[in-house]
Each structure stands twice: as structure tokens, then as C-alpha cells.
């Protein structure tokens, strides 16, 4: 059965998956976007036929201690970074001047989860003394594919979702593996749902709304046991 239009699509114009484009992934100290440090960061980058450019990668000392339970997750400890990372206050002018340069180009930047990417971005940046850029356009393979597939079962990790559309994803929960998946997966559901070829500043907008609806909808699902739970809706920080 054909996939239900989500809206209609004019085929006169150019679709983001045909323009340059880049992934952007981080690892941090925490799951929490608002004290989160980065360790490391990836900018990834694509022609506008596919082919893969380059990949810019970051291991940075955030200059405190990396937690054991997040080195459990990407692997990178605080003895590596002290070691072998450049200093913060280096590193993250650089990150932020990768994403701004890929955006100020007019190419869309995937990141999967971005509100937490760009949050720490932002956070990091503000201590530092940096202005961040407005990320826009961005393109969320997680919101995405909530919204074009929402009643599959199953996890939605960039793991899960990697595997269900049969996208490698060699070392996972490292900067520039997961860049470069979410950029796979980005274009694979391009593949799989034509109505996603639209302008990446059109599909930005599409996803403020998506990323609404399913915050809304799962903050519906929580209240069944906690009548106080509060989903954020924002999008993309």
C-alpha cells in the first residue's frame, strides 16, 4: 500500500537530499543538555550527489572530570582528554565555527536528537563567550521518522533506527560514526518517503510542528502515572 501524502510536494524545486549537506553529532559528559560538557564533536560533510567529503572530528578536555557512567557509553575518559584533547576554550570555537560556516552555506545540518546537540552547543558556547548560530535549517532523522512511521514498535535509538533502514553503524556513540549514520538515515527516509523531498527550510518547519505533536502526545502517555510530567516541545534547542 502507497505511503499516505503528509503534503503536497510542487516538484519544481529542489530537495535538501539533492543540495550539499552536513551531520553534526556530539559526545558529552552528561545526558543533561544544560550541564552537559563536550568531549568530542564531529562535522561531517556531503556533495549533493552523495559522495562524502570530509569529516572534521574534535577530542576536547572539557576541564572536568568525564563521569565513569558516560565513558561506559562513548568510550572516552578523562585521563584520554587530559592526555590527548585540545582545551575547551580552543575547541569550541572551532565546532562552532564548523556549524556556522554549514549553515551560513545554506546546507541543511542532520543531526539526530537535535534538540540536545544544539543545547549543548548553545550552553557551551555561552560560557565560553561565544555567539552560537540559529540552527536553522536543520534536519532531525529522530523526528522524522516519528513522524512518517509512528506506529512502528521499537526503540528509536540512532542504533535501532540505523538498523531498521539498513544503514551501517560501526562504533556507535562516537562522534564521527553517528554523524555519518544520521546523514545515511536522513537519506534513507528521503528514499522511502518521497513527500520528504521538499526544501530543507520547508522541512524545518515541518519538524517544529512534528516535534510539538510528539511531545504533546507523549506527555499524554506519562500523565496516565504521573499527572505532573511536562514534555518539552521545543525544536531544534
Partial sequence: MDEPALFDLPTSRQSWHDRPRAGFDLETTSRDPRVAR??????VTVYADGRRERAREWLVDPGVEIPAETTAVHGISTEQVQAEGQDAAEAIPQIVHAVREQLEAGNPVIVFNAPYDFTVLAAEAERHGIDVPLPSPVIDPLVVDKQV?????????????????????DDAHSATPDAWA????AGALAAKYPQLQI???????????????????????????????????????
Avoid: C, N
Fill in 38 to 43: 563536550i568531549v568530542s564533536a564531529a562535522v
Fill in 149 to 169: 512511521d509512528r506506529f512502528r514498535r521499537g526503540k528509536r535509538t540512532l542504533g535501532h533506527v540505523s538498523e531498521h533502514y539498513r544503514i551501517t553503524l
Fill in 182 to 185: 544520521a546523514v545515511e538515515v
Fill in 199 to 237: 526544501p530543507a527550510e520547508e522541512l524545518h518547519e515541518l519538524q517544529i510542528g512534528w516535534k510539538a505533536e510528539q511531545a504533546a502526545s507523549l506527555q499524554e502517555y506519562f500523565r496516565r502515572t504521573r499527572p505532573d510530567a511536562v514534555v518539552d516541545p521545543s525544536w531544534p534547542m
